[in-house]
């Protein structure tokens, strides 16, 4: 079920209508919109602010996970609780699934307006 995403220097080969049925067959493949979480999973040690923990020569607490988010021009990393772990990773990959079929979506619709055929 998996949908190898062509290049657009691929694109370039196929005909109009070749290139609306693989729009098409893309838009298809885009999933629950509604669950849509950009960002990046990341798993981070942390020290605390007690002096003479263990912390302070190295040995981290964690690791944690954190969601690095880009929004209104800056990163920020917000705090993912283990119990929203899952769901967390699911929506993140779920995103970056329909985010790949949109830029290729977006290469056709390119395509086609270079062809004089985008409607
Ligand atoms: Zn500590």
Known sequence: MTCK???SSQ???LSVR???AR??????RL???ERTLRGVLLREGRSCSSEGCRCR????HGPYTYLAVYTEGRSRTI???AAAR?????HVALTQRNEELLLEISQINLELLRRRALE
């Open 5 to 7: 995403l062509m290049a």
């Open 11 to 13: 694109l370039t080969e």
């Open 18 to 20: 070749k290139l609306l």
């Open 23 to 28: 729009r098409r067959l893309l838009a298809g």
């Open 31 to 33: 999933s629950e919109p």
């Open 57 to 60: 020569r190295g040995e981290l």
């Open 79 to 81: 705090y993912v609780p």
């Open 86 to 90: 899952a769901a967390t990773e699911a």
